[in-house]
């Protein structure tokens, strides 16, 4: 398995991997939900009502979670061809992805590595639309600085906090020993604060 092949199974798997115990548990709560609104529109509690239920919750888990995890492999997949065809000299693409609570996320915005430089190209892709339509091209120094990492505790991915067009920016990437070292070796230190630039500092004395 290639690198790329790695990244983009690794990608997959911590946005939409099908998880027994994450399926079990929604199927659960939707099953009580279920229960709890069919006892109060007037039914009566059976053992038919709780197979129901579970049955019911259990599959509705199930068909959630196999099209999210469709629609990830595929909006993947389209970033992927659409980076692709716009850099064809790329050496690497690394998919971004948020984490709001538990959840991962796949954001319309990616890192690749081309002519051993690294940029971020962010997606212009309407809701409901199948691939980007349009894509911004960000190089990695001046308007886009990496400044640090940070390994996820319960979960196979690395944070970086950085900096795009001057506004903290924070992504998560595969937690991938040689994918993090190459984007943390963009990684430039905090901006000075203004009372501590040399200038200033030959003021005081």
Known sequence: MTLQERVVADTLSAVAALKP???AANAAIYAVCAGVFYVFIGGSVDVT???ACAGGGLLYSLLRDVVTHRRAKAALAAHMAFVRAKHPQLD???PMLDKVGRTVLLKRAGLFFEDGELA??????PAFAKSPKDSITVPCGVDFQIRESRPE???PLVAFRSELMNNPYR????KDDEVTSRIAAFAQAPKPA???????IERNE
């Open 92 to 94: 690497l693409y690394v």
């Open 194 to 200: 203004a009372s501590e630039t040399p200038a200033s």
């Open 171 to 174: 992504f998560h990437v595969v």
């Open 49 to 51: 009502l709780i197979l």
């Open 21 to 23: 115990a994450k399926v």
């Open 120 to 125: 971020l190209e962010a997606f212009h892709q």
């Open 153 to 155: 505790d319960s979960v």
